[in-house]
Structures are given as C-alpha cells and as structure tokens.
C-alpha cells in the first residue's frame, strides 16, 4: 500500500536518496529545506510533482507555519521522517538565543512531530535521525545558557532526540511507533564533508535503513527503540538516555522550548 511520507531536510544527502526511492516506489513524498532554489532542485530528482515545503527549523516560528502548512494539505500522514540535521553551523545561535544544533537537531522535530501527530495514525511511523555521537546534555546548554563546540552540541543533540523518542513511545502506546535511527557513521553527506573532511561512505546505507525504519514489518514493533546501522541491529543508546532524573531534566526543557515555538 502506498504512503504518505514526509521528509525534513530532504534537498541533499541522505533525506534527498530516500525521497528518490521512496518516490520510485510509488510512495506520495512531501519534501521539505530551508532554500526555495535546493527544494525545486531536488523536486525535479524527485521526479513527478512532489510537494515543497519551505522553512527555516531553526526559527520555531517557521516551524508552526511548516506544520500548519501540511496540516491544512493533508488530513493522514503515514511517516514523518525527521531527517534534517546541523553540525557546523557558523550561526551558533538562533535570534531567540538558542543553541543552532539543538533547536534543528531536537526542539524542532519534536514540536512539528508534536503538531502533526493528529494527522498520523496508529500504524503510522515517526523516525528520528539520530547518531552514534551521543553525550549527556547539558540542560543549560540546551537552553541556551552556556555555548558548547560543534561536536559537543551535536552529541547532545542527538541523545536529547534520542531522549524524546523513548519517551513519546511510552506516551502513545497504541501508536504510531517511534524509532530513532543512527543511520551509519561517516556517510557521504554534506554535513560530513564539511564537519570531518572526509569524503565519507555510500549515501545509500543511510537511506536504505530509513526506508526500512519508515515501512518495513521488521520495525513494527521498534517503537521507543534506537536501531544503531553501524551494528545493524536495535541497540541501546547512551546510558544517560535510562537515567530517570537526566530524562525528566531533559524532556522538561524540551516541552518548554518548543512551547515557547508554537502554541503548546
């Protein structure tokens, strides 16, 4: 059965592949990037007329306009695929303060999954990027109190996804199913080359095991599960992602953060 799918950063690297895939299976893929140009070049590789979604997510505001944007096009999202992410960034900080990486690598997916959640049903399927680079969070940090480097931020950042996956599984049991991703370490995208200098590995391990994450029996029941590519197999995240008190510390700024986003 075909579905709907939406991909966030989907102009280049990994989410632009699985766009090209999932469109060649005859899947309806929504595209998203932060530049109107990149997204109607990646429209035209896409092929046929997929739609575009235009924002900025690292300006919470251009988030809820995203979100409300879909809601009011769409009325069923089968698989949301939080795939944009930021390592180097020479904007550190958002206008609002914020650290850059955490609001588009944590804040951000989780209020537009947050505000497209009654448009995806039970069966349906949210998979977060994350990484094998993870490292407690620094809730000061995290809102924006104190600056951390480039890879220190982006470790955070995807433990703190990583967090908030597990734990909006535990809050909807019946579905839709949840489901980080470290999509394999040192692929070849931009991010890569421009944070490591490297020329990095082939783009489609990362975009074959999102695919598989977004519609494959085999994660029908991974929901709160963190699947690490580098392995192949579900694995256990971070230790601090099972610490009750980081968890509690960490989902509270979250929801606060992206309250102060949208209107939750």
Known sequence: MFKTILITGATDG?????????????????LHGRSAEK????????????ETYRADLSRLDEVEGFAE??????????????????????????PDGLDTRFVVNTIAPYLLTRRL??????????VNLSSAAQAPVDVAALRGERGLDHMGAYAQSKLAITIWTREMAKDHPEGPAFIAVNPGSL????????????A???????????????????????????????SGDLAEPHPAARDAAHVAEVMAAIRELAGKGGRS
């Open 14 to 30: 990994i989410g632009l592949l699985t766009a090209k895939t999932l469109a060649g299976e005859g899947h309806t893929v929504l």
């Open 39 to 50: 997204l109607e070049n990646a429209a035209k590789e896409v092929g046929g007329t997929p």
């Open 69 to 94: 944007e879909i809601l009011a096009r769409h009325d069923r999202l089968d698989v949301l695929i939080n795939n944009a992410g930021v390592f180097k960034t020479t904007q550190a900080r958002t």
């Open 117 to 126: 959640l009654p448009i995806i049903p039970t069966s349906g399927r949210v």
């Open 187 to 198: 692929l070849a995208s931009k991010m890569v080359k421009e944070g490591f200098g490297v």
């Open 200 to 230: 990095g590995n082939d783009l489609s391990i990362g975009a074959d095991i999102l695919r598989r994450a977004a519609l494959s029996d085999a994660f029908a029941e991974a929901s709160g599960r963190y699947f690490d590519n580098d």
